[in-house]
């Protein structure tokens, strides 16, 4: 049964529900995690193998750990021209947008007279992306990592992606890849990706960050290994929200609710209004759309618009728009008559797609905005995916003598407050060896 739940009449409890959704408590994984860490720690890509034939594919060996040139080949040729050509026009827009959000190589502001303060962005030097498969194949997250990675500048991109049940990578994913300019596809998913590529096997090599979306035990291994190395944004499962106001299309409105929902029974998908029509309508067409999807995707519909999700009925737009920004989605769509003014009101989202022609199908894939975004109430204070997840910034200073004496009383003065000798001292010794 679709939850539709009245706002005002909804208990305490129940609105913590509804917030919280599937947040995973990881803790029970955290021993699973540990055990696989330590042992792929200790060896290397004999305890990578050990747990892809355990996890996923029961006859992989070594020589299967790296995708071949060959593998690219092959993958290239299983695909239609159409699958192709999609992911090239899609690639083509995500980077152009990322392209958009490349800062100045370096700049300088001059603070007072001889006093020089600036920023040098460098990218980081090493990077593993990771491309889930879990209940399908996903080359949109491929290019979601991959073409930031890219237009960033990381020296040595690599990717770790789960193998099939015959231990090769998806093929869309490795066409993906090869259209970003990515060449190292390693041929491993799950907690043992994550340790590989924070320690370094004989054949996966060591890097600074790992980014992207996994499961349960993905996300429990990240914890464990958090100050290794950078395990970036927390994403979860899927969630969005369909803002819709009185003159919302409530056909399209019950549309755009299945889109996040069938991800998974862990996503949440929620339709928020203050208009009761909008909210009986959707409700009373959602069941025969539910029913034109396949069986196993028409399950983790019904469970979340059961669970998490469903429908909100508020009593105002401006209780609506309370609702998004406390609840802080994922994905954001708002249908309303005036979405450019709702958006201004609008504080806490991972995505805001203004616009019935705006659906997020067309953000998930092709749009140009990046479709990894935080989740679980996390777009209070994250953001998603940019080229900056691949960018650090390095201050800069510099002092002429007039700016040096400018400043070396207040930084004497400061150190001595604060009760730090050897500060204070480079200071004054300093003028006594220059003269100054």
């Known amino acids: 049964m679709i939850q539709f739940r009245k706002w005002n009449e909804v208990s305490s409890e129940d609105r913590a ?21 330590d042992r792929v720690r200790k060896d290397g890509d004999a305890g990578v193998v050990h747990y892809a034939r355990k996890f996923d594919a029961p006859n992989f060996t070594a020589d299967m750990l790296k ?76 290019l979601m990592l991959a073409t930031p990675a890219v237009v960033a500048g990381v020296e040595k991109v690599i990717v770790v992606t789960p193998p ?29 990706a994550i340790a590989a590529v924070a320690y370094g096997t004989q ?17 429990a291994a990240k914890r464990l290994l958090y100050g290794v ?16 106001d009185e003159h919302a299309d409530p056909r399209l409105a019950a549309l755009d609710l299945l889109v996040e929902a069938e991800h998974g029974a862990e996503s949440a998908a929620t339709l928020v209004t203050h208009s009761e029509t909008v909210a009986q309508e959707a409700l009373r067409i959602l069941p025969e759309y539910i029913a034109q999807l396949p069986e196993w995707r028409r399950k983790f519909v019904e469970n979340v618009l059961a669970n998490y999700g469903g429908i909100v009925l508020t009593n105002s737009l401006e209780e609506s728009i309370q609702f ?16 450019f003014i709702a958006l201004n009101k609008i504080r806490n989202a991972g995505e805001i797609l203004l616009g019935h022609m705006t659906p ?29 997840d691949f960018l650090k ?13 400018r400043l070396q009383g207040i930084t004497a003065t400061l150190a001595d407050y604060e009760d730090f000798p050897a500060h204070a001292f480079a200071i004054r010794k300093r003028n006594e060896i220059l003269g100054l």
């Open 67 to 142: 995708a071949t040139s060959e593998d690219f080949a092959n993958a290239r040729a299983q695909l239609s021209a159409d699958v192709i050509f999609a992911i090239q026009q899609a690639h083509a827009n995500i980077k152009k947008f990322h392209e958009e959000q490349m800062p100045e190589a370096m700049w300088f502001t001059e603070i007072q007279p001889g006093i020089m303060a600036g920023e040098k962005v460098t990218p980081i030097t090493s990077v593993a992306l990771y491309v889930p498969r879990g209940k399908g194949a996903f080359p949109s997250v491929m």
């Open 360 to 388: 997020i199908p067309t953000a998930n894939y092709c749009l140009g905005l990046n479709a990894i975004l935080p989740t679980g109430g996390f777009a209070r204070s994250f953001s998603s995916v940019s080229v900056w």
């Open 17 to 37: 529900k509804v917030m919280r959704r599937a947040e995973q408590d990881i803790t029970d994984l955290i021993p699973t995690a540990q055990e696989v860490i």
């Open 164 to 192: 099939t049940p015959d231990g090769k990578a998806d093929a869309a994913s490795l066409v993906a890849a090869e259209i970003c300019g990515v060449e190292d596809v390693y041929v491993v998913g799950g907690m043992q």
């Open 324 to 339: 998004v920004n406390d609840y802080a989605p994922e994905h954001l769509e708002v249908l309303v008559d005036e979405p």
């Open 229 to 244: 190395i950078d395990v970036g944004l927390p994403a979860g499962p899927s969630e969005s929200i369909i803002l819709c």
């Open 393 to 405: 910034r390095s201050g800069i200073g510099y002092l002429s003598k007039e700016g040096y004496g």
């Open 203 to 219: 054949s996966i090599p060591k890097v600074d960050k790992v980014i992207g979306p996994g499961s349960s035990y993905v996300s």
